[in-house]
């Protein structure tokens, strides 16, 4: 019964290995930043990795106040950008310890 109790020990010590080891992981990807941009770089997005944005830069070339339409959807091209990006590098990241996870 004991060898049972021990292994038992073991595994937990490892489940929370584990969990400091995704906790620091998730604190660093949290703090890297991501950048993002539509195309020829007309529009920037900078975020961190828990999707917070920090910068946006507009070149002033497509900032014509008759088609504002062109300069959100650049907007929105960026943003998309930075978003996949952060997300692959999640998925890259914290995918080391979820794989194989019934959830």
Known sequence: M????????GMMKQVQKMQKEMAQAQEQ???TE???SSTNDLVKVVFTGNRRMKDIQINEQV??????EMLQDLVVMAVNDV?????TESEKTMGKYTKGLPF
């Open 2 to 9: 004991m060898r049972g109790m021990g292994n038992m020990q």
């Open 29 to 31: 990807l949290n703090e």
């Open 83 to 87: 978003l996949e990006k952060i997300d």
């Open 34 to 36: 991501f950048t993002g």
């Open 63 to 68: 900032i014509d106040p008759e088609d504002t």
